[in-house]
């Protein structure tokens, strides 16, 4: 089995996600979105799914991560992202740490001069993490239109004058962006059709492309299905990504690359989550590291120092 050029049609990758909530940043399912792209052909993607399928031996009828995460078959997942595996050099994920991908659509809001992860590191400072994440939560809801704004910004005003520093400044800074607040929920309404600002998948697809297409040639991509990538929203995620040249949705079932990315996205986000929290696996986390794509949106040190390359 191998990812050889010679095997590969040129510059097609198959994506799949886990973790995935919409713009729902912070209080859901997952606190880590990833997005894994395969550098695969047809034959060799079947081929590591039958491994798969004949080293854990489980009737289901389609295999996921949650298969690979079992303690008993931790084996063939240190198999699959091993350096003697089938899809060592020829994949790659991208991660997202919600938190901090919610502070980076504030800090765009609010002030895009500002320093995301300092403020991050000031909010959670001064508040606790618990307190820093319940806050953002609400400024999440409040962004994509799920809270009165105005409530929101009284609100603001309390928790200002309980912290001071960076976070007292960039509190300060929020309070007075309500007319950039404003205008953000009021293009949401007028642009239905706009790629959804707080959803982490554009991006991801972003840096696929960006990863791929390193040599300068074009990347299509054939990614599993999502109801929010419309037509039009392929559209502008091909001016985004300057070298997409397609993107073409694909039930996972009826392709085995996509089921192989699927696995790499959907282990790839336990073992992140892990991380973040505090109960890292070393042996896991270091064989993700090589997948780990460096430019992805995380704001945690302790954990990236863990996942990074």
């Known amino acids: 089995m191998s990812c050889d050029d010679s095997l590969v049609p040129l510059l097609e990758i198959a994506c799949d996600e886990s973790g995935s909530e919409g713009e729902k940043l912070i209080g859901g399912e997952t606190d880590v979105f990833a997005h894994a792209s395969a550098r695969l052909d047809t034959s060799a993607a079947a081929t590591c799914i039958q491994e798969v399928r004949d080293r854990i031996r489980s009737p289901a009828t389609e295999y996921k991560a949650n298969h690979l995460l079992r303690e008993k078959h931790r084996a063939v997942l240190v198999w699959l992202l091993g350096e003697s595996g089938p899809i060592h050099g020829c994949a790659r994920v991208h991660l997202t740490d919600k ?40 400024v999440n809801d409040v962004l994509r239109g799920k809270l009165p704004a105005d409530d929101f910004f009284a609100m603001v005003d309390l928790v200002r004058d309980a912290v001071d520093g960076p976070a007292h400044e960039f509190l300060g800074l929020l309070a007075r962006s309500r007319p950039r607040v404003h205008a953000f929920r009021r293009r949401r309404v007028e642009n239905p059709a706009m790629l959804p600002p707080l959803d982490p998948l554009a991006p991801a697809i972003v840096a696929a492309v960006d990863h791929w297409s390193a040599g300068g040639g074009p990347v299509s991509i054939v990614h599993d299905q999502q ?8 559209e502008q995620l091909k001016a985004m990504a300057g070298r997409l040249t397609s993107l073409t949705l694909v039930d996972s ?9 699927d696995f ?15 109960r890292g696996d070393a042996e896991l986390a270091a064989l993700l590291r090589p997948y780990v794509d460096p430019a992805s949106l995380w704001g945690d040190e302790r954990s990236w120092a863990a996942l990074g390359n």
């Open 264 to 278: 790499l996205a959907g282990v790839a986000r336990r073992i992140a989550s892990e991380e973040l929290a505090g």
């Open 227 to 234: 109801l929010s990538l419309t037509d039009d929203r392929i």
């Open 253 to 261: 079932r009826l392709d085995p690359r996509i089921q192989v990315a």
């Open 99 to 138: 938190t901090f991908f919610a502070v980076t659509k504030i800090v765009e809001v609010v002030d895009a001069s500002l320093d995301a992860a300092a403020v991050h590191r000031a909010g959670r400072r001064a508040l606790g993490r618990e307190d820093w994440e319940a806050f953002l939560a609400t």
